[in-house]
């Protein structure tokens, strides 16, 4: 059963500084807390944490707190409460992670980075995915104390974004704004806000420059240093996430131009599809034994967006438009064309597609990719079934036995054009 | 078998693709719909015939090889029956949007079958000026896709549809009323057929079929005021025999809060100054799919029926997999519980309804509610 639950091995040593920066943060959340500073709870992955930043108050991602749970062990707590609260144990890990969280002790003994602090606003999402929008829901039965936003975005794919979707982004932000003004007696400046957006689109250029070095051969960064992108998710709009993203590229260029790879023989290059299995992110180190390094992901692309500076919040308007129909099934076309272009990029030689319980809208359309892979590219996949948050749904040996399989095959392959894979 | 002034709807279900292929050459151009937030009078009053997509029951096979596994039955029955053939007379696919799976299945369709058009509609979820705002684009943007299938739409056209199709909620809802007041002699099963047909055929023709239905009632036996009322709740129900395994536990349907019952035809039409903003109205303001609202939304409604139906217990009868349900109904059944309702959940799965299970977990309630 352990062997389910393993951490990644990591090479670079400003990853390492990553533990820092998540207890940092989860310090910061708490300490805003105890001193009067605003907390407010937020799916992740559009426009709003800028604004947070920008007027001093504090985000917190509920979401994001699910894969720290299973790093520490708690989730299996955490989903039984779920489970004696009548909720099915086919609904996302995410939801019923966070459900048993916020009903059971959020502080005290055995609880990691001293917990979650109480939300004092929450940002009830709609948009997105189904599970996110009824964990706000959740939420808000739990803390009914907490002035509520019930945000409204259009879900549409990215392909198809026309001016009137933007328009109504835009709209939906300023109602934020003046949400968040009325509720808190804060003001934006909008010097502040243009500041956030400038240091957010900074910190992605540098995320896609980091990306960027992955396509070398052999890659100086893999799948299991992915936690960096925690950043990405909690520190948007500010220098803290510049800061480990400049150290973090330093470190990767220099690898990189000194040819250093996470493994010594790199053979098996490969792309992951949908989010990783947070209790086991030592999966992604197996492939490694038989020269494989996973070079690229889907959720990397989701952390791409850059900002038009010019326009905060128009920009920050059109991010949360983009951010989720990027990686899930709003908009398969674009995902699909996504994945290929990667996989040219990065000089895939095959796919593990992570059929997800958990996920079903990045699931949903896995089965295109894959033939998309197979026809356009002649990249083989695999599947794998499993779950991002609950082991129950994960064998390992099942993976073991897919994966050792597929890595054959690979090898083989890239033996018979090369002459030299193994 | 169906009662006999049944019989014209029962025929029609018994047989939807062959019933629809029928239609070629003589009908409008057919545009499918899954999920009833789809604007269905605009795509009417545009000179097509929106046909609600159903999977019928059986085994999923072809599917699979599209979709996973963990998804909800009717969409993957439906993808099954598309890839069997069984829709290859659609012109396009034109989705208001609800939830993931629906939302997923529209792309995966639009890939499976590059032939059609495939249009997701998103709609707000907030009904302000600034949604109505953007809800009209978002309409004005449908309409432009309706016009390049070949479709025309003008003021006065979509004023016909909306009064057409709020005809038929307003005497589906009379419906509901007399079988509230045990006034309606029909077994759910049937009355469910009369329902179901609605997503199915032609508007007019279903209002003709209506009207005629009406005109027979009184021949019909009086119905029986035997069985334990329930209210049934949920999403789509296809397999009507759901219905007559209730009653023959000794049960009676007498009301519902399902996609495929009560809930698209509340708020029959809506009002505003010009059609497109009744349609607006209507859509804004329909009772909403748990995809769409919080559970809080729906409980007064769940409530208020169970008041007009006396209603002694709950069934909820959620597709296995279906997020949006399943995670509203652990706080409905509190909700309920308090107000001293009992409920029962029976989760249907991907192969179809197993009667002798569904039997006795059914029995136990309906056993339970006549002790209480």
Same mark, same amino acid.
């Given at each position: 059963?352990?062997?389910?639950?393993?951490?990644?091995?990591?090479?670079?040593?400003?990853?390492?500084?990553?533990?820092?920066?998540?207890?940092?943060?989860?310090?910061?959340?708490?300490?805003?807390?105890?001193?009067?500073?605003?907390?407010?709870?937020?799916?992740?992955?559009?426009?709003?944490?800028?604004?947070?930043?920008?007027?001093?108050?504090?985000?917190?991602?509920?979401?994001?707190?699910?894969?720290?749970?299973?790093?520490?062990?708690?989730?299996?707590?955490?989903?039984?409460?779920?489970?004696?609260?009548?909720?099915?144990?086919?609904?996302?890990?995410?939801?019923?992670?966070?459900?048993?969280?916020?009903?059971?002790?959020?502080?005290?003994?055995?609880?990691?980075?001293?917990?979650?602090?109480?939300?004092?606003?929450?940002?009830?999402?709609?948009?997105?995915?189904?599970?996110?929008?009824?964990?706000?829901?959740?939420?808000?039965?739990?803390?009914?104390?907490?002035?509520?936003?019930?945000?409204? $975005?259009? *879900? =549409?794919?990215? #392909?198809?974004? @026309?001016?009137?979707?933007?328009?109504?982004?835009?709209? %939906?932000? &300023?109602? +934020?704004?003046?949400?968040?003004?009325?509720?808190?007696?804060?003001?934006?400046?909008?010097?502040?806000?243009?500041?956030?957006?400038?240091?957010?689109?900074?910190?992605?250029?540098?995320?896609?420059?980091?990306?960027?070095?992955?396509?070398?051969?052999?890659?100086?960064?893999?799948?299991?240093?992915?936690?960096?992108?925690?950043?990405?998710?909690?520190?948007?709009?500010?220098?803290?996430?510049?800061?480990? $993203?400049? *150290? =973090?590229?330093? #470190?990767?260029? @220099?690898?990189?131009?000194?040819?250093?790879?996470?493994? %010594?023989? &790199?053979? +098996?290059?490969?792309?992951?599809?949908?989010?990783?299995?947070?209790?086991?992110?030592?999966?992604?180190?197996?492939?490694?034994?038989?020269?494989?390094?996973?070079?690229?992901?889907?959720?990397?692309?989701?952390?791409?967006?850059?900002?038009?500076?010019?326009?905060?919040?128009?920009?920050?308007?059109?991010?949360?438009?983009?951010?989720?129909?990027?990686?899930?099934?709003?908009?398969?076309?674009?995902?699909?064309?996504?994945?290929?272009?990667?996989?040219?990029?990065?000089?895939?030689?095959?796919?593990?597609?992570?059929?997800?319980?958990?996920?079903?809208?990045?699931?949903?359309?896995?089965?295109?990719?894959?033939?998309?892979?197979?026809?356009?590219?002649?990249?083989?996949?695999?599947?794998?079934?499993?779950?991002?948050?609950?082991?129950?749904?994960?064998?390992?040996?099942?993976?073991?036995?897919?994966?050792?399989?597929?890595?054959?095959?690979?090898?083989?392959?890239?033996?018979?054009?090369?002459?030299?894979?193994? | 078998?169906?009662?006999?002034?049944?019989?014209?709807?029962?025929?029609?279900?018994?047989?939807?693709?062959?019933?629809?292929?029928?239609?070629?050459?003589?009908?409008?151009?057919?545009?499918?719909?899954?999920?009833?937030?789809?604007?269905?009078?605009?795509?009417?009053?545009?000179?097509?015939?929106?046909?609600?997509?159903?999977?019928?029951?059986?085994?999923?096979?072809?599917?699979?090889?599209?979709?996973?596994?963990?998804?909800?039955?009717?969409?993957?029955?439906?993808?099954?029956?598309?890839?069997?053939?069984?829709?290859?007379?659609?012109?396009?696919?034109?989705?208001?949007?609800?939830?993931?799976?629906?939302?997923?299945?529209?792309?995966?369709?639009?890939?499976?079958?590059?032939?059609?058009?495939?249009?997701?509609?998103?709609?707000?979820?907030?009904?302000?000026?600034?949604?109505?705002?953007?809800?009209?684009?978002?309409?004005?943007?449908?309409?432009?896709?309706?016009?390049?299938?070949?479709?025309?739409?003008?003021?006065?056209?979509?004023?016909?549809?909306?009064?057409?199709?709020?005809?038929?909620?307003?005497?589906?809802?009379?419906?509901?009323?007399?079988?509230?007041?045990?006034?309606?002699?029909?077994?759910?099963?049937?009355?469910?057929?009369?329902?179901?047909?609605?997503?199915?055929?032609?508007?007019?023709?279903?209002?003709?079929?209506?009207?005629?239905?009406?005109?027979?009632?009184?021949?019909?036996?009086?119905?029986?005021?035997?069985?334990?009322?329930?209210?049934?709740?949920?999403?789509?129900?296809?397999?009507?025999?759901?219905?007559?395994?209730?009653?023959?536990?000794?049960?009676?349907?007498?009301?519902?809060?399902?996609?495929?019952?009560?809930?698209?035809?509340?708020?029959?039409?809506?009002?505003?100054?010009?059609?497109?903003?009744?349609?607006?109205?209507?859509?804004?303001?329909?009772?909403?799919?748990?995809?769409?609202?919080?559970?809080?939304?729906?409980?007064?409604?769940?409530?208020?029926?169970?008041?007009?139906?006396?209603?002694?217990?709950?069934?909820?009868?959620?597709?296995?997999?279906?997020?949006?349900?399943?995670?509203?109904?652990?706080?409905?059944?509190?909700?309920?519980?308090?107000?001293?309702?009992?409920?029962?959940?029976?989760?249907?799965?991907?192969?179809?309804?197993?009667?002798?299970?569904?039997?006795?977990?059914?029995?136990?309630?309906?056993?339970?509610?006549?002790?209480?």
């Amino acid at each position: 059963m352990e062997e389910k639950k393993k951490k990644s091995t990591k090479r670079l040593q400003s990853a390492r500084e990553l533990n820092r920066i998540v207890a940092e943060y989860y310090l910061e959340c708490n300490a805003a807390k105890a001193s009067g500073k605003p907390v407010g709870w937020m799916p992740p992955m559009n426009g709003v944490i800028e604004v947070f930043y920008a007027m001093d108050l504090q985000p917190v991602f509920p979401e994001n707190w699910s894969p720290v749970c299973a790093a520490f062990g708690l989730t299996p707590d955490n989903f039984q409460r779920t489970d004696a609260l009548g909720y099915s144990r086919d609904l996302c890990g995410y939801l019923r992670n966070i459900t048993g969280y916020v009903y059971g002790p959020m502080h005290g003994e055995g609880i990691p980075l001293g917990g979650l602090p109480e939300p004092d606003l929450i940002l009830s999402p709609g948009g997105g995915c189904i599970p996110v929008q009824k964990i706000f829901h959740i939420l808000e039965r739990r803390f009914p104390e907490a002035k509520v936003f019930r945000a409204d $975005l259009p *879900q =549409v794919a990215v #392909e198809d974004i @026309q001016p009137h979707h933007l328009r109504y982004a835009l709209k %939906e932000m &300023e109602r +934020l704004i003046a949400f968040l003004e009325g509720a808190t007696g804060r003001t934006l400046n909008p010097d502040r806000l243009h500041a956030a957006v400038m240091v957010s689109d900074q910190a992605c250029a540098l995320w896609d420059e980091i990306m960027s070095y992955r396509r070398c051969i052999p890659t100086p960064l893999s799948a299991a240093e992915i936690g960096i992108m925690f950043v990405m998710v909690t520190r948007q709009g500010t220098q803290i996430a510049v800061d480990f $993203l400049t *150290q =973090v590229r330093d #470190e990767v260029r @220099q690898r990189a131009e000194h040819g250093i790879g996470v493994i %010594e023989d &790199e053979k +098996l290059r490969l792309f992951w599809d949908n989010i990783p299995l947070w209790y086991n992110m030592g999966v992604f180190n197996y492939f490694e034994k038989m020269g494989g390094v996973v070079v690229a992901e889907t959720y990397s692309a989701a952390w791409s967006l850059r900002l038009d500076v010019d326009h905060p919040l128009e920009a920050l308007a059109l991010k949360s438009l983009m951010s989720y129909p990027l990686v899930s099934c709003v908009s398969l076309k674009k995902r699909k064309e996504m994945v290929l272009k990667a996989c040219r990029e990065y000089a895939i030689d095959g796919a593990i597609l992570h059929r997800n319980k958990s996920c079903v809208p990045i699931t949903l359309g896995q089965m295109h990719i894959k033939q998309a892979l197979e026809e356009e590219l002649g990249v083989p996949s695999v599947i794998i079934d499993a779950d991002h948050m609950d082991d129950q749904n994960f064998s390992l040996a099942q993976f073991e036995t897919r994966v050792d399989a597929f890595m054959e095959m690979l090898l083989s392959r890239k033996s018979a054009s090369t002459g030299h894979a193994r | 078998m169906p009662a006999a002034v049944v019989e014209p709807f029962a025929e029609i279900l018994r047989d939807v693709p062959g019933y629809l292929r029928s239609l070629t050459g003589r009908s409008r151009p057919i545009i499918g719909y899954f999920c009833t937030h789809t604007p269905i009078e605009l795509i009417h009053a545009a000179g097509f015939l929106p046909v609600r997509i159903f999977g019928g029951t059986g085994e999923v096979d072809l599917a699979y090889t599209l979709a996973p596994t963990f998804v909800c039955p009717p969409m993957l029955r439906s993808l099954e029956a598309a890839l069997g053939g069984a829709y290859a007379f659609l012109t396009g696919i034109v989705q208001g949007y609800t939830c993931d799976v629906a939302c997923g299945m529209v792309n995966i369709w639009q890939e499976a079958f590059p032939g059609i058009m495939c249009h997701t509609l998103p709609l707000p979820y907030n009904d302000c000026v600034e949604g109505r705002d953007f809800l009209r684009a978002a309409l004005t943007e449908l309409i432009a896709k309706l016009e390049r299938l070949g479709g025309h739409l003008t003021s006065e056209g979509l004023a016909r549809s909306l009064d057409v199709y709020a005809a038929i909620r307003h005497s589906l809802l009379d419906l509901y009323r007399m079988r509230y007041a045990d006034l309606l002699p029909l077994a759910a099963d049937d009355f469910y057929d009369i329902i179901h047909a609605a997503f199915i055929v032609a508007p007019e023709e279903y209002l003709t079929m209506l009207h005629e239905l009406k005109g027979s009632l009184e021949e019909v036996s009086p119905p029986s005021t035997e069985g334990v009322p329930v209210l049934v709740a949920g999403s789509i129900i296809e397999d009507s025999s759901v219905f007559r395994i209730l009653e023959s536990v000794g049960a009676r349907v007498v009301a519902d809060d399902l996609c495929t019952g009560f809930r698209p035809f509340h708020t029959p039409e809506g009002e505003g100054p010009e059609p497109i903003e009744r349609l607006m109205d209507r859509y804004l303001r329909r009772l909403p799919c748990p995809s769409r609202c919080r559970a809080e939304e729906r409980l007064p409604m769940i409530l208020e029926l169970i008041r007009f139906s006396k209603a002694q217990g709950v069934v909820f009868l959620p597709q296995k997999f279906c997020t949006p349900h399943l995670a509203d109904e652990p706080v409905l059944r509190r909700a309920l519980a308090q107000e001293g309702i009992r409920s029962l959940v029976v989760e249907l799965e991907a192969t179809g309804i197993h009667a002798g299970q569904l039997t006795t977990r059914l029995q136990s309630f309906v056993e339970m509610l006549k002790e209480s």
